[in-house]
């Protein structure tokens, strides 16, 4: 199974998406640490919402294999940019929460998401288990694994390490 590393507002229902990953009732936790022992790394949201604390955004990614932006359908305003891509060396993907809310406008949510340079975008409602199979689908696969020299042979010819061969 592949890790995969959450960032994103706070309220934006990552702790909620581990739950409904494990098969587990939602509880609210507030999460105040990130733990990278679990199969799903969880991060406050506090972290991706201040300039100065999201630079441990990408210290705690490079303990993944898969990073996920996840934004909820109904938040107001997007807060990732472009500039992302830049430290993310990693497959990114986006994760779209409460689809389910009255106030959801999952268009612009994944057009922020895609702008943002997130690869696949996927859309789950972590109360009724909407969208989770999907997803686990995604993750259920072991990365592949890949030498030093692997990853110098894509970059010298201009791929992503994750990438597959031409
Ligand atoms: N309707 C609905 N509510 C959700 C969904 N996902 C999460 N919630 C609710 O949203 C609230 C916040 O969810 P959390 O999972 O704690 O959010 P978080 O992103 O972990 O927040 P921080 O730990 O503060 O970063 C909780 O009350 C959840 O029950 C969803 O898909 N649909
Ligand atoms: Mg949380």
């Avoid at 210290?59 to 830049?86: K, T, W, Y």
């Avoid at 969208?131 to 694994?145: F, N, Q, S, V, W």
Wanted: glycine share 8%; charged share 25%; net charge negative.
């Amino acid at each position: 199974m592949k890790k995969l590393f959450l960032m994103g507002r706070s309220e934006a229902g990552k702790t909620s998406l581990t739950q409904a990953l494990k098969g587990e009732e939602l509880h609210y936790i507030k999460t105040q640490y990130t733990n990278t022992e679990e199969d799903t790394i969880d991060s406050p949201g506090e972290y991706a919402e201040s300039k100065r604390f999201s630079v441990g955004l990408a210290c705690f990614s490079f303990e993944a294999d898969v990073i996920a932006m996840v934004q909820a359908a109904d938040e107001p305003f997007n807060l990732f940019g472009p500039g992302g891509r830049s430290f993310i060396l990693r497959p990114l993907i986006g994760i779209i929460t409460k689809i389910d809310s009255p106030y959801a406008n999952v268009p612009m949510v994944r057009q922020w998401l895609i702008n943002a340079g997130c690869e696949r975008i996927f859309l789950v409602n972590n109360v009724t288990r909407e969208g989770i199979d999907e997803l686990m689908e995604y993750l259920k696969d072991d990365p592949e694994p890949l030498t030093l020299e692997e990853a110098k042979y894509r970059q010298s010819i201009g791929l992503n390490e994750w990438d597959p061969l031409p």
